[in-house]
């Protein structure tokens, strides 16, 4: 598992008990420290981690009306937890993340969900977060990725294996 990967689990991970909980503020810095304990003692990047966990809830109002707005018969209160919180990461990624292209938000978005999620949730992220980047691409809100900032390996080309044929809506 890539490094970045393994941090938008854990993300996920914090967010989804974060979020099923109901967790006070203060309790997150304990709940991102048991993740990555538990799940990945020898991480190295936890500022990965952070950066995905405090964007997503310093835009969680707006990243839930997107997806409100994206899965108009799911209201967000009934997606499931873990869905919930791979969209959040994927749609805070896709939007907002600069040196994070567009398909590989949306292609670790539906990782997570295939492994994470149950049997549907791959199509339902693929077809909420697919149906935003093909708006984002006709309004041409698309991120500039800075081709001089160095790339994380993973990061450099979409896999073949997770890569969507055409587009992220198929």
Do not use: C
């Amino acid at each position: 598992m890539s490094n970045r990967h393994l941090g938008r689990t854990i993300a996920m991970q914090a967010l989804y008990q974060y979020d099923f909980r109901k967790n006070a503020p203060e309790a997150l810095a304990e709940i991102i420290s048991h993740s990555i304990s538990e799940f990945a003692p020898t991480y190295d990047d936890p500022g990965f981690i952070k950066e995905l966990i405090d964007g997503v809830l310093g835009r969680q109002g707006e990243i839930d009306g997107i997806i409100t707005h994206y899965a108009p018969e799911w209201p967000i209160e009934q997606i499931t937890v873990v869905d919930r919180n791979i969209l959040r990461i994927g749609v805070y990624e896709l939007k907002w993340v600069p040196n994070i292209p567009s398909k590989v938000a949306i292609n670790e978005a539906i990782e997570l969900a295939k492994t994470f999620g149950g049997e549907s949730s791959g199509r339902f992220v693929n077809g909420v977060l697919g149906a935003i980047f093909k708006d984002m691409v006709a309004a041409g809100e698309l991120k500039e990725i800075d081709k001089s900032m160095p790339k994380k390996k993973e990061e450099a080309a979409v896999a073949p294996e997770t890569a969507p044929q055409q587009t992220p809506t198929e």
